[in-house]
């Protein structure tokens, strides 16, 4: 059995994310990313990662499990519940979530993430007297550069002239921090194969699959042997200054991604 729950853990709908090397640093997670008028604020690895914190958060509430946080030699376990808080998520559809693909998801709920930047307005809608908007009159007949130009103008122009009418946009569900691509996913897939507990640390890391990648050499251990252990256990239950996958997946249960504003769940 697992040493991170108190009960067998079996996964069905969770399962690990196979990674793919590349020489593209995926470190900015807080650049928008703009498609058919509209924007999300993190490129869409990010809500993938969310979608799949969230499925194995529903996986382990459907067994009731409860993952031990923290086991001191003297003292009482340290363990959380796991359970979803669902008026955080409405309009997730949480059936859907668990039995979906990620891809099949996205397609029907990419709105709760994203922002409408552009409209074309039809013959039904009105001009708005609303300051957070600007209506603009383009002249199809103008080159594409002299119209950029002159939208980019009247934006700056309004913006000056409007700022302490603008209020700030916040988003419904946003993504709390910035984690490497590589490192989510290695903290993901630990997580998964910690709990089903089927494969030793040195299976996990050297996977042929590549289910975690861009590793440090394992320290040594006093008997030189390399210390499998220790990196697993830094993706797993992080340390003083990050968050490991157990505590991701607490905050994401609790509404929140990926770090929870006020909690450790250490304590």
């Not at 040195?202 to 390399?226: A, F, M, Q, R, S």
């Not at 252990?229 to 905050?251: D, E, M, N």
Request: aromatic share 10%; with cysteine.
């Amino acid at each position: 059995m697992s040493s991170h729950t108190f009960k067998p853990i079996q996964l069905k709908y969770s399962q690990p994310t196979r990674q793919r090397k590349t020489a593209r640093s995926y470190r900015s997670l807080n650049r928008g990313r703009q498609f058919k008028g509209q924007s999300i604020p993190k490129p869409i690895h990010a809500y993938r990662m969310w979608f799949l914190f969230l499925k194995l958060g529903l996986e382990l509430e459907e067994q009731g499990g409860e993952l031990i946080m923290k086991r001191p030699l003297k003292g009482v376990i340290i363990s959380r519940k796991v359970k979803v808080n669902r008026k955080k998520y409405q309009g997730w559809d949480l059936d859907d979530v668990l039995k979906l693909k990620f891809n099949d998801w996205w397609k029907t709920h990419n709105h709760l993430f994203n922002d409408e930047v552009t409209k074309v307005l039809g013959d039904s809608d009105t001009i708005t007297d609303d300051p957070n908007y600007l209506n603009i009159r383009i002249d199809m007949r103008m080159r594409i550069n002299d119209i950029i130009s002159s939208v980019a103008d009247e934006i700056k122009k309004n913006k000056r002239e409007k700022k302490k009418l603008l209020t700030k946009k916040t988003p419904k569900f946003s993504i709390n921090g910035n984690v490497h691509k590589t490192t989510l996913i290695n903290r993901y897939n630990c997580l998964l194969f910690k709990l089903e507990n089927k494969l030793s640390n040195k299976e996990i890391i050297t996977h042929p699959n590549g289910y975690v990648l861009n590793n440090p050499d394992p320290p040594y251990d006093v008997y030189g042997n390399k210390d499998y252990s220790r990196l697993v256990w830094g993706y797993v239950a992080g340390s003083g200054l990050t968050f490991g996958a157990k505590q991701i997946l607490l905050s994401v249960c609790d509404g929140y991604f990926l770090k929870h504003p006020t909690k450790s769940y250490l304590d």
